[in-house]
């Protein structure tokens, strides 16, 4: 590996780290790394969804932060696009592995439960202000 491809392999690996990991915005991160907009989303690569595709099994993954955000998969070697059911962020495929959540089996009695709790302190809460306001 030459200077200079090492030197490229660094920029691409902050341009992705910092495309992925941060909240800045695409104008800010060129504007760090000194490149236009275009060559920074060259250097941009997906973001593995951990995922199989269910059409060819390839590895699912995200295009941008917008698809990651809207859980819009895309599978590389098919071009299938697919809705994700996961709600874990995950991480570039090349720097470190997705640590998995545990999935959470939805409980109608529990919900209905957190549901009424919740409307019970908000009609507490406000019979509260009403009553100071009174006062």
Do not use: H
Request: overall charge positive.
């Amino acid at each position: 590996m030459t200077a200079q491809d090492s030197s490229d392999k660094k920029l691409n690996d902050r341009a992705n780290r910092l495309y992925w990991e941060s909240d800045d915005s695409v104008n800010e991160i060129a504007e760090q790394l000194d490149l236009s907009k275009s060559a920074l989303y060259q250097k941009i690569e997906g973001l593995d969804a951990d995922e199989p595709c269910a059409q060819c099994g390839g590895a699912l993954e995200y295009a941008n932060r917008t698809a990651r955000d809207k859980g819009v998969v895309r599978c590389p070697l098919c071009g299938s696009d697919a809705a994700s059911p996961k709600t874990v962020k995950p991480t570039r495929r090349s720097t470190r592995s997705v640590a998995k959540v545990p999935s959470r089996t939805p409980d109608p009695v529990a919900d209905r439960q957190a549901l009424l709790g919740a409307a019970l302190l908000g009609t507490a809460a406000l019979m509260l202000l009403v009553r100071w306001t009174r006062n």
